[in-house]
């Protein structure tokens, strides 16, 4: 039924417990996944009135240390399918936009499903932070599975 699945982390547990219900589709249907780490873009500190404050570390230095967070989480997640064995590829990205990069990652790899986590956020905290897995279920034209 599903050929290759798209698997979203964070590097959080409930993202790892997504990618593990991810990892035990693909084994069952014989497909592969690819995971994807989006990282925010540097943004240097700004203060209330648009002025820049001296930040302890370069938009350099930001990159590289988030890329280390990526390839953590990635690692995460190829464990998991390895364990499996199950065929996983990766893919950090840099993105302003994370849903927008998660679709356009699905589309591009040919992915048939989307397996990702849900934080739950609900109320002001959901209104004030937004919802990548929200964003992500309005707007793919393949199906969504959201772990909770």
């Known amino acids: 039924m599903f050929k290759h699945i798209l698997v979203p982390t964070d590097g959080s547990n409930l993202s790892l417990k997504a990618a593990r219900i991810a990892v035990r589709l693909a084994a069952s249907f014989k497909a592969k996944i690819t995971t994807i780490f989006v990282i925010e873009p540097y943004l240097p500190p700004m203060g209330a009135e648009g002025m820049a404050f001296y930040a302890a570390y370069s938009p350099e ?32 990205v840099i993105d302003g936009h994370p849903w927008k990069a998660i679709i356009q990652a699905a589309r591009a790899n040919k992915c048939d499903l989307v397996v990702m986590a849900s934080h739950g956020r609900r109320g002001l905290a959901g209104l004030l932070l937004g919802s990548e897995t929200q964003k992500v279920l309005t707007h793919s034209k393949i199906p969504v599975l959201v772990c909770r």
């Open 61 to 92: 230095d930001y990159e590289l240390g988030m890329r280390k967070v990526a390839a953590k989480a990635l690692a995460k997640v190829r464990s998991a399918a390895g364990t499996a064995r199950v065929k996983c590829a990766e893919i950090p």
